[in-house]
């Protein structure tokens, strides 16, 4: 038996707040995620309101999702806002070239989506088109969203049955410039980016926050270039996108890995940490105040499409390998609160490391969804650095951090996340209480018999939230032993 890892808890008055929103979600007009999945249509017989499925409002409310970026990803840079108001009848069929050359008759557009937002009590999170889009496009869409008055953009809104602005808050500004919003150079887009940014304007009562098309994943020159050319004042964020993938295109079942494959996968997901600190290093560099904000608004896992499914679709299945991914990604972004103050999950349903699968009338939580909820205690809490070292998890040679870890104090109560990613190993912790004046505690966990157990829509419960007691607390210090491969939430007061 291996000595406990001794974990300790600074208490730092000064410590930044975890933003709620880096617990955002992101839903694209992609594969199933918008059509036949959050939004079946008014005539469907699944209850629904206004044609969004009644059981996923309900499950992501549960989720307190802060933000919810669309309509996209790539498609956003070929979305014009304007063929999805009006009258459902007269709006046009578009082809959606990125994901399956597939026609969409946009029975889901801005109202729709900022009613869901509504029901969800979220922030709308809308990304606007710079690829394909105009100045003018984008103007106009803040307009119609955020104007109070008599214009010929807020009097449409009215028409359309949207008496009062709905203030949204954040725009992005382009996605993905460097790829599929346009295959643009840093130079190009960061000119593209000022004149956008110009005109998506303040309007009375609705300051916006403007979310400017970020790196892929180590792209530093991306970052460079954007923070040199931009006056600070016009970009609130910079986005950047980092999928746990390995290759392209995206490769392995999400469901059948062996411990090779999961390895190779934590590997990937832990990159996370050198990838933003060295975009927050060049962010440091231009913006040592940190006034821009690092906006992570695409993470999550990325495999080969399940057997027998659109590839354009990109639906997976979700596994325990899935909720470390979670767990770590999650604790990766607590711990760098002071520069990061946005993040989304790709995607909310029916894509990528989705939260929520359905199929027909079925609906299932993923392992995703459970670690999401049990970390929303994060939100809008204090951080609590911890200081640790990491036992190792070894595989044919090579090792990896076992352990992963954040905390987080909000109303007198202490939350501390941890996983273990460990295939085989449990791992022992032992917390040094003693600062925190606690001595009450429960603990909850997201574990299951075998790394690629999920759920079905035949057995939707095989991984699920539990409770844990295997702790012991005595003279200060709790020690707590952390199944392999498992997700822990510790409450302490
Ligand atoms: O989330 C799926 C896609 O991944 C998005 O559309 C794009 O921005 C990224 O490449």
């Not at 832990?270 to 006034?291: F, G, Q, T």
Request: a negative charge; aromatic letters at 10%; proline letters at 5%.
């Amino acid at each position: 038996q291996s000595e406990p890892t001794s974990i300790s808890i600074q208490i730092d008055e000064q410590a930044p707040i975890i933003s709620k929103h880096i617990y955002g979600h992101f839903t694209e007009h992609l594969g199933r995620c918008i059509y036949d999945g959050i939004y079946v249509g008014e005539n469907s017989s699944i209850p629904n309101t206004n044609g969004v499925r009644n059981d996923i409002v309900k499950a992501l409310k549960e989720l307190q999702i802060p933000n919810l970026r669309w309509p996209g990803g790539c498609f956003a840079d070929e979305y014009h806002w304007k063929d999805g108001i009006g009258p459902k009848a007269g709006r046009p069929n578009i082809l959606n070239t990125h994901w399956g050359m597939v026609e969409e008759n946009n029975g889901f557009g801005t109202h729709e989506f900022l009613d869901l937002c509504n029901l969800l009590g979220t922030e709308p999170y809308l990304a606007g088109n710079v690829g394909s889009g105009t100045v003018e496009e984008l103007n106009d869409w803040v307009e119609y969203c955020n104007y109070d008055g008599n214009t010929d953009m807020a009097n449409l809104r009215k028409e359309n049955g949207q008496d009062k602005p709905w203030h949204v808050k954040y725009w992005g500004i382009g996605n993905e410039s460097w790829g599929c919003g346009g295959n643009m150079t840093p130079e190009y887009f960061a000119n593209l980016y000022r004149q956008h940014a110009t005109y998506a304007r303040n309007y009375p009562g609705a300051s916006i926050k403007r979310v400017a098309s970020g790196a892929d994943a180590d792209n530093y020159h991306w970052t460079e270039v954007m923070m040199r050319d931009v006056p600070h004042h016009m970009m609130w964020g910079l986005s950047v996108h980092y999928y746990t993938r390995t290759g392209w295109p995206p490769r392995g079942s999400a469901t059948n890995f062996d411990e090779a494959d999961y390895f190779l996968f934590m590997d990937h997901c832990l990159k996370m940490n050198e990838i933003l600190d060295k975009h927050m290093a060049i962010m440091d560099k231009y913006d040592p105040k940190k006034r821009v904000a690092l906006v992570v608004d695409e993470w999550g896992s990325w495999y080969a499409v399940e057997k027998g499914t659109n590839p354009g679709f990109a639906y997976q299945q979700n596994s325990m390998r899935d909720a470390m991914i979670a767990g770590v990604t999650l604790n990766i972004f607590n711990t760098r609160v002071d520069r990061i103050k946005m993040a989304n999950l790709a995607q909310a349903v029916n894509v990528l490391q989705a939260a929520i699968l359905t199929e027909g009338e079925n609906i299932l939580l993923t392992p995703t969804y459970h670690v999401m909820k049990m970390y929303a205690v994060h939100q809008d809490a204090q951080l609590l650095p911890l200081n640790f070292k990491s036992p190792k998890y070894t595989f044919e040679g090579k090792s990896l951090p076992a352990i992963s870890a954040s905390a987080s104090k909000k109303d007198g109560v202490v939350h501390i996340s941890l996983v273990n990613i460990d295939a085989n190993k449990e791992n022992t912790v032992e917390v040094d209480c003693e600062a925190l004046g606690v001595s009450d505690f429960t603990a909850t966990i997201v574990t299951s018999d075998n790394l690629q157990d999920h759920n079905t829509f035949d057995n939707p419960n095989k991984v699920k939230v539990q409770g844990y007691n295997d702790f012991k607390f005595k003279k200060n210090k709790l020690t707590l032993t952390i199944p392999p491969f498992s997700v822990l939430m510790l409450e302490a007061k």
